[in-house]
């Protein structure tokens, strides 16, 4: 499933093929006609990430929101467009540009109040500006949940995902398995601030790089891990632990992350 910064990063790029441009909206693969019908011909007036979520706002109030899932994907070109790959769910095509969503896990017309609806249940998005840490330390510090587990949940914070939870645990000294109510002042505002710093990096590069003081290669910056997939970790180099938390796979060093004693 794409992470945070995926969505933030295609909120950049189709703002400058889409937003303020009357669009022609369709539904190639037939799942989505009734939407794309309520949409086309209307101008997209702004398009936002929240989390994983992607939200193409339309001049008559409403927003096409999109969730992609494991499966979903972007696929964007200049016109002239041509024949849809695959299952097209719903295609938005300007005078210059034409973005097909293939496979997404949601795709949806709101109206205000489910766009209100929708972003109140999303927690503080890291990338976005107005995010409110205080809001996530709230929770957390109530939680008798993993920290590791709280990082995952969509509602506690917005735009982590499994890849940036390991690495960002692991850069930050703090082991997956200790509890939310367990978890200091300070770890959270250096979990906080190194999950803004590493999922703007994302964004940048299109890329998840959480190694510092790395250096693109001839053509593009690559993925660049510590210990997501690894085997010995990089600072003491000790065995990688690997083990399950609420169905995702987890990694950790217990020489450097501490197991909390329960």
Request: hydrophobic share 40%; charged share 25%; glycine share 8%.
């Amino acid at each position: 499933m794409p992470e945070g910064h995926t969505i933030h990063r295609a909120a950049i790029d189709q703002r400058k093929m889409l937003v303020g441009k009357r669009l022609v909206v369709t539904s190639p693969q037939g799942r989505f006609s009734a939407g794309a019908e309520e949409l086309s011909g209307q101008t997209c007036t702004a398009i936002e990430a929240y989390g994983k979520h992607l939200l193409y706002h339309f001049q008559m109030g409403s927003a096409l929101h999109i969730h992609l899932g494991l499966y979903g994907q972007f696929r964007t070109a200049k016109v002239p467009a041509k024949e849809p790959r695959g299952a097209v769910r719903v295609r938005l095509l300007s005078n210059s540009h034409v973005v097909d969503i293939n496979g997404p896990n949601t795709c949806e017309v709101l109206d205000r109040a489910g766009l209100k609806a929708l972003t109140n249940r999303i927690g503080p998005d890291v990338l976005r500006e107005d995010a409110d840490p205080e809001k996530a330390w709230a929770k957390i510090k109530a939680s008798r949940v993993s920290i590791g587990q709280l990082l995952m949940d969509q509602s506690v914070i917005a735009g982590i995902g499994n890849i940036y939870r390991t690495e960002i645990l692991w850069r930050q000294k703090v082991h997956p398995a200790l509890p939310g109510k367990s978890l200091d002042r300070v770890s959270f505002d250096s979990i906080w601030s190194d999950a803004v710093k590493l999922l703007q990096l994302g964004v940048k590069h299109n890329s998840i790089i959480t190694v510092d003081n790395v250096t693109k290669s001839k053509t593009r910056y690559g993925e660049r891990f510590n210990i997501f997939a690894k085997e010995t970790c990089p600072s003491c180099r000790s065995e990688i632990r690997k083990f399950e938390m609420a169905a995702r796979r987890v990694f950790s060093c217990d020489i450097c992350q501490v197991p909390p004693e329960i």
